[in-house]
C-alpha cells in the first residue's frame, strides 16, 4: 500500500491551522511507538547567536528505518530563541539572548526551567516522524540578591536575656537565579558586636550582650544575602533594632527638703511651688502622678490645692493671723510598679513683715565679668551659684524660682528660708546648647524680682568623629593615571576648637599604593591598578580629632576594580598539529583548542572561528573543540593547513590567531587496480621455444593508500588449460613466469585467474584479473582463439586458503565456471567441430553479457578503451 502523504511543506495558511491539521492526520495514522520520541539537550542562558546545542540527525534519525537520502526538518512553530537548520537537523542559539529568570520566574525554583519544541522530520515532503525536543536552560549567576526594603526594622526589650533569639523570617532577600547560584547564607555587619544573626533553621536575631534603652536606644547595622555563585554576588540592606524601654526606672526628686516662703497676703490660685520628678522611661513607664502623704493636716490641704498631674502646689484660701504660720507638705511622686519618691517641702506663711527684699548673688563656679563658665562634663547636681534674699526681716514674702525649662533648679540651703543654692539638673552638652541665659525670679503681692544670670558651656573632648556612612564603596576601572583621585571621605565633630579639628588617617591593613590627604580626606592612589592581580581592595580610613586625649573612629573603604580590554586572547600553543583517520566522522572531535583570556565579562568572552573559512572544519565555541565538518579522503589531501582567530567580545575587541595543521591518516579504503592487463580478454602468446623460468606475463597493479595499506601480493586462485600447473607467479612482483619446459601436448589457450591483494588492516582488500596465455608457434587463426576465450572457463582451483574467486556469482545462483565444451583436434571431423564451434559461439556471445557483469564485483575495471589496448597488446606480442 503506497504511503500516504500527512504533510506538506508548502501548505499555507495560519499556524494553528497547521498544528491542527498535523494533530489531526497524526490521529488518523498508525505510527510506530519507537517514532514517539522525545531528545533532551542543555544550553546555558544568555548564551550568545549561533552556539551549538544539539544535532538531531545524530541523536534520532539513526533510530529510523528509512532509507530516505533528502530528510528536512521543520519547526512545528516559529521559536523566539532557537533555530534549526533544514539540512543538516543541528539546533542553535539565535541571537535573541535566553534569560532563564523570565522563562522560568522564581516561583519554579527547583524544578528544570525547559522548552519544549516540536520538529517534524520530512521525508521528500512526506511526514516521517514529529520529534519533541526539550531544551533544560542552564543558570548562570547574572543576579545579584536584593531586599524588599532598604532598610528593616526590629524593636527588642531591653530586658532581652542575652542568648534571646527573635525571628526575622519575614525579612528575606530574593535571588532571581536558581540553585547553587541562589541565596545561600545570610550575614550581620556589625562594629559594636552587640547583635548575632542565626542562619539555621529559622532566621533569627541573637542579643550577643545585655541592653539597656537609657544607654542607646537604637542599633544601626548591616544585613548581607550572599548567593552560591563564582563569584558569589550580595546584596544589603539596613537593619535598625529600636531598644523597647520597659518600666525599670523609678521617679527621683532632685531633692528631699524644700523650704518656701509666703506673704500673708498671698492672692487666690498663686503659685507656691511647682515640683518636678524625673523618670527616665519613656512613654506609659514614664507617667508620673503627685499626691499628699496621709499624714498632712487637713488645714494644710485645704489651703494647698496640689495638681496631681503636674505637681503644680497653687494657693486655695485666705491667710490670717489665725492660721497657723508653718505647714509641712508631704508629697509623693508616684509610677506603676514602683515605690513612690518623696519630699518634704515646708511652706512658711510670714505675717505683719515689712519688707522690700533684696536678691544677692555669690559665684560658686569660675566666673569672669558677671559670666559663669561651667564644664560640659560637670555632674548633676552641681552648685554654681548662691542666692541669698536681703532684706529688713530677712524673708521672702512671696515664691522664688526658674524661668523656663532649662537645666537648673534652686535648692534651698540649710533650712534657712533667705538662701537657695543655684544647682544643675542634669548633664549640660555643649553640641545642644553652649549658653544659657538664667532668669532668677522672686515673686512678692507687692514686689517682683528678677535676676539674670549669663552661664557660657565650655567644650570637652566628648564626641568621637563621625563619618556620615558607615562604609564608602566605589568602583574604578583598571589602567588608571597614576595618582587619581578615587574618592573623598568625610566626617564631622560635634565638639568645637581642636577638639574638632578632624585628621584622617589609613588603617594598618591599607596597601602602600593608596594614600589619603591627611585634612581634606582626599584618597588617591599611586600606581595603575590591575584588575587581573586584584580586583578588590577593602581598609580601613580612621579620623581623629585633636582633643586630649584624642578621640578617633574609622570607616571601611571597598574598592572595585573594573575589567578593561586589556588582556590578548592566548591560546595554549600558537601552533597545532592533530592526526585524524580519512573518512573520519561528520562533527567528531579532533582536538580541543585552549584558549584564555584575563579579562573578565564579555572582555574575557572569547569566540574562535577559521580564518580561511574551510568547509572541512569547524569551531564549537560551546565547549571549546575543533570538529571535522565533512568527510575527509587523504587520496585528495594528506594534509589541511588553516588558521583559527580568537575574538574577545571587548569594544574595541583583541585577537589571537593560531596555526593548525591536521594530518589525514590512511585507512585501507582503496583495493588494488589492475593497469595490466588491461582486461580478461587480453591475450599473450607464449612460442613453444620458450625455456623454463623465463617471464612470459606480468601483473600491474596501483593501490591508492599508503604503508601496508598499499602493500601488494599477487597469487593465482584459478586455473584452466592443457597443463594448468606450468605456470607460475612471483607473489610479491605479479610476474608469470613458465615453470616447465613446454611439449607438443602442452599447446593451447591457458586461463589464469589471478587475485591481487592488499595487506590493509583490519580488512584486506583486493581485486581479480584474467590471464589469457596461448602456447603455440604462431597466431594465423585469431577468430578461433576469439572462441576458446569466450568458451574455455572452466578453472582448476588452487588447494588453499584463498577466498573462492567467485564467491559473487555463487550468491547469486550463477556458475561459476560454464560447461566446458571439447575441442577436436582430429582432421577427420573438421566439419563437425566447425558445426560445433558455430554453435557455441553463437551461445557464447549471450553469455559474455552475464560474465562481464559478474565480473564488475570482482575487480575495478579501467576506464578506458578495451579494445584498443587489447589490440595493441596482442599486436605487440605478435
Avoid at 379 to 392: K, S, Y
Avoid at 554 to 571: E, G, R
Wanted: proline residues 5%.
Amino acid at each position: 500500500m503506497e504511503p500516504k502523504s500527512i504533510f506538506c511543506v508548502e501548505c499555507s495558511g495560519s499556524v494553528l491551522q497547521k498544528f491542527l491539521y498535523i494533530l489531526l492526520i497524526l490521529s488518523c495514522h498508525n505510527i510506530p511507538s519507537y517514532l514517539a520520541t522525545e531528545l533532551e539537550y542543555k544550553v546555558l542562558e544568555n548564551e550568545d547567536e549561533g552556539v551549538f546545542i544539539g544535532n538531531i540527525t545524530n541523536d534520532i534519525v539513526s533510530a529510523l528505518d528509512t532509507e530516505c537520502n533528502s530528510l528536512a526538518y521543520r519547526f512545528m512553530k516559529e521559536m523566539e530563541f532557537f533555530m534549526l537548520k533544514n539540512k543538516s537537523g543541528e539546533l542553535y542559539t539565535t541571537k535573541q539572548r535566553i534569560d532563564r529568570e523570565t522563562l522560568c520566574p522564581v516561583v519554579f525554583h527547583g524544578r528544570p526551567c525547559t522548552q519544549e519544541v516540536n520538529v517534524v522530520i520530512l521525508c521528500a515532503n512526506q511526514y516521517l516522524q514529529m520529534v519533541k525536543v526539550k531544551i533544560v536552560i542552564l543558570d548562570v549567576n547574572d543576579n545579584t540578591p536584593y531586599f524588599e526594603e532598604e532598610v528593616l526594622e526590629l524593636s527588642i526589650p531591653e530586658d532581652a536575656v542575652v542568648g534571646t533569639s527573635f525571628a526575622i523570617d519575614y525579612y528575606f532577600a530574593t535571588d532571581k537565579d536558581a540553585g547553587e547560584n541562589g541565596i545561600q547564607n545570610y550575614h550581620l555587619q556589625s562594629n559594636e558586636n552587640v547583635f548575632g544573626l542565626k542562619d539555621e533553621g529559622t532566621r533569627s536575631i541573637v542579643v550577643l550582650q545585655s541592653l539597656d534603652r537609657e544607654t542607646k536606644n537604637l542599633y544601626e547595622m548591616k544585613i548581607m544575602a550572599v548567593d552560591g555563585g563564582t563569584p558569589p554576588l550580595t546584596g544589603t540592606a539596613t537593619l535598625l533594632i529600636n531598644i523597647q524601654d520597659i518600666n525599670d526606672n523609678c521617679p527621683l526628686f532632685n531633692t528631699s527638703e524644700m523650704v518656701v516662703h509666703i506673704p500673708e497676703s498671698i492672692t487666690f490660685n498663686s503659685v507656691v511651688a511647682h515640683l518636678q520628678a524625673v523618670d527616665a522611661d519613656l512613654g506609659p513607664n514614664a507617667e508620673i502622678t503627685y499626691s499628699y502623704g496621709n499624714r498632712i493636716r487637713d488645714i494644710s490641704r485645704k489651703l494647698f490645692h496640689l495638681d496631681s498631674a503636674t505637681g503644680l502646689i497653687t494657693f486655695s484660701g485666705n491667710g490670717s493671723p489665725e492660721t497657723l504660720p508653718e505647714h509641712k507638705l508631704t508629697i509623693l511622686a508616684n509610677s506603676p510598679g514602683c515605690a513612690p519618691a518623696i519630699i518634704q517641702i515646708t511652706v512658711i506663711i510670714l505675717y505683719g513683715s515689712n519688707y522690700n527684699p533684696k536678691l544677692e548673688i555669690s559665684y560658686i563656679a569660675n566666673q569672669a565679668d558677671g559670666v559663669i563658665f561651667l564644664k560640659e562634663t560637670t555632674p548633676e547636681n552641681t552648685p554654681v551659684a548662691l542666692l541669698e534674699m536681703t532684706g529688713r526681716d530677712h524673708y521672702l514674702k512671696g515664691s522664688l524660682y526658674v524661668k523656663g525649662n532649662i537645666p537648673f533648679y534652686l535648692k534651698p540651703y540649710e533650712r534657712s528660708g533667705n538662701k537657695h543654692l543655684l544647682v544643675t539638673s542634669r548633664h549640660l552638652d555643649y553640641e545642644l546648647e553652649n549658653q544659657y541665659k538664667i532668669v532668677i525670679k522672686a515673686e512678692d503681692p507687692r514686689i517682683t524680682h528678677e535676676l539674670a544670670i549669663c552661664l557660657q558651656v565650655t567644650d570637652e573632648n566628648d564626641n568621637s568623629p563621625q563619618f556620615h556612612q558607615s562604609s564608602f564603596e566605589i568602583s574604578v576601572e583598571e589602567n588608571n593615571a597614576p595618582g587619581a583621585l578615587l574618592l573623598k571621605v568625610f566626617a564631622t565633630d560635634a565638639d568645637s576648637g581642636q577638639n574638632g579639628k578632624v585628621a584622617y588617617l589609613l588603617g594598618s591593613d591599607a596597601p602602600t599604593i593608596f594614600s589619603i590627604e591627611t585634612f581634606t580626606g582626599v584618597l588617591t592612589v599611586s600606581t595603575s591598578l590591575d584588575r587581573e592581580n586584584e580586583n578588590l581592595y577593602t581598609f580601613t580610613i580612621t579620623a581623629v580629632d585633636h582633643g586630649t586625649p584624642p578621640r578617633k573612629e574609622s570607616t571601611i573603604v571597598i574598592i572595585h576594580v573594573l575589567d578593561q580590554n586589556d588582556n590578548i586572547p592566548t591560546f595554549l600553543t600558537d601552533d597545532y598539529t592533530f592526526f585524524i583517520p580519512e573518512n573520519f566522522q561528520s562533527h567528531g572531535e579532533i582536538g580541543v583548542i585552549n584558549v584564555t583570556d584575563l579579562d573578565a565579562g564579555l572582555n574575557g568572552h572569547v569566540i574562535v572561528s577559521i580564518l580561511n573559512g574551510s568547509s572541512i572544519f569547524l569551531m564549537d565555541n560551546t565547549r571549546g573543540i575543533l570538529r571535522c565538518n565533512s568527510s575527509v579522503d587523504r587520496e585528495k589531501s594528506t594534509m589541511h593547513v588553516f588558521w583559527l582567530e580568537a575574538v574577545d567580545g571587548g569594544q574595541p575587541s583583541l585577537s589571537a590567531r593560531a596555526k593548525i595543521t591536521v594530518f589525514v591518516l590512511d585507512v585501507n579504503d582503496n583495493p588494488p587496480i589492475v593497469l595490466l592487463p588491461q582486461s580478461n580478454a587480453s591475450w599473450l602468446l607464449v612460442p613453444p621455444n620458450t625455456p623454463q623460468g623465463a617471464s612470459v606475463a606480468e601483473i600491474y597493479a596501483v593501490d591508492y593508500d599508503t604503508g601496508i595499506n598499499a602493500v601488494m601480493t599477487y597469487n593465482i586462485v584459478g586455473r584452466n588449460g592443457p597443463a594448468p600447473h606450468i605456470f607460475g607467479i612471483n607473489t610479491a612482483t605479479g610476474n608469470i613466469t613458465l615453470q616447465e619446459e613446454l611439449l607438443h601436448k602442452d599447446y593451447g589457450l591457458y586461463q589464469l585467474l589471478v587475485k591481487v591483494s592488499d595487506l590493509g588492516q583490519p580488512q584486506p582488500l583486493h581485486s581479480t584479473v584474467m590471464v589469457n596465455l596461448f602456447v603455440n608457434e604462431t597466431m594465423s587463426n585469431k577468430s578461433y582463439l576469439e572462441a576458446l576465450l569466450h568458451s574455455q572457463t572452466l578453472f582448476t582451483e588452487e588447494k588453499q586458503t584463498e577466498p573462492n574467486p567467485c564467491p559473487l556469482m555463487q550468491t547469486l545462483d550463477f556458475p561459476c565456471s560454464p560447461p566446458v565444451i571439447p575441442i577436436a583436434v582430429t582432421m577427420i571431423v573438421v566439419s563437425v567441430i566447425f558445426l560445433t564451434i558455430a554453435l557455441y559461439m553463437l551461445l557464447s556471445m549471450k553469455k559474455k553479457t552475464k560474465r562481464k557483469e559478474l565480473y564488475k564485483d570482482a575487480q575495478i575495471p579501467l576506464k578506458i578503451n578495451l579494445d584498443y589496448y587489447t589490440k595493441d597488446w596482442n599486436d605487440a606480442q605478435l
